[in-house]
């Protein structure tokens, strides 16, 4: 093992410590070590990762994602070697935007969720409610609803473990369940059992043939269920994700209103949704025009009208 590789294996553990899984990152920057080898250099200059980023038949958002990745293992380096060259960024111009989330309002999901209980078949049916309905009141990502097993809902203790191999950088998690949650999910696990007694996989929520749900599924059936009440349009486009986002939203304007700081909650609403660190959950506070029309009015209310 060379001294590049060995500082590699050395930088994906120590960011695999802090919660990043880099599945990513250790698939393609060995290329980038071995682009390092064959141009003669003894460690990376910004020339070799950008030659590296493009060596690939891609485009260039493809190429700008390959330079981030080497100018995070580049910092890293350079703290090691002084003569490491970090790639500068905009480098590749990009034009990705992150899509404005559909907020969903409380008529939106209740429409929803009936629409989704007249799906065909009866288990589809049951299943899409309860799963958007869970969405909806929990800020779960897709990915991680549709892995949950049934020893994964506690039912009588009212909590929904999120295990870490299948939370986004595996941080398993407790999410408590409000009442009528807990009710909701019993009703759905009954019926469930039901209409599918022999299931062949063993995930809380089953797909019409009794196998495991996956997070395509959910799409298709969003698209269909949006499309249908008339919420989709050629400029607008919910997703299930933006339920996850809606929730977080909801609990922000809620503590707003209440008067309550949001500095004061926020490190727990990031622990709940699973994210890293709570900057993460800080970008649902710039993503609404309500939530920051009730930061203003805050601070109207707080110091009064300046001339």
Known sequence: MSDLEQHLH??????????YKLEHHERILPGLIAQVHAAGKGTITSQVAIDWAMATRS??????????CARGFAAYLQTIDPATEIPPQGVFATR??????????????RRLLEAAGELEPALKAATMRALFGVLAVTGMRVGEVV???????????????????????????????????IHALGDYARRRDRLCAHPAAGTFFLAPHGNALDRHAVSRAMRKLTTQLGLRSDTVRPR???LRHS?????LVDCQQAGERVDERIA?????LGHVAPSDTYWYLTATPELMGLAAQRL????????
């Open 59 to 68: 485009i260039p958002r493809a190429w700008a994602d390959r330079l981030t």
């Open 247 to 251: 929730f977080a939203v909801r609990t």
């Open 268 to 272: 727990a609403l990031s622990t709940y």
């Open 240 to 242: 299930t994700h933006d």
């Open 10 to 19: 050395d930088y994906l553990a120590l960011r695999r410590a802090l919660g």
């Open 96 to 109: 990705y935007q992150r899509p404005v989330p559909y907020i969903w309002s409380q008529l939106d999901i």
């Open 147 to 181: 892995a949950i097993t049934r020893d994964d809902v506690d039912l009588r203790a009212g909590v929904i473990t999120v295990r870490a191999q299948f939370a986004k950088h595996e941080r398993a998690r407790l999410l408590p369940l409000h009442q009528t949650t």
């Open 300 to 307: 109207q209310d707080r110091f009064g009208a300046r001339s």
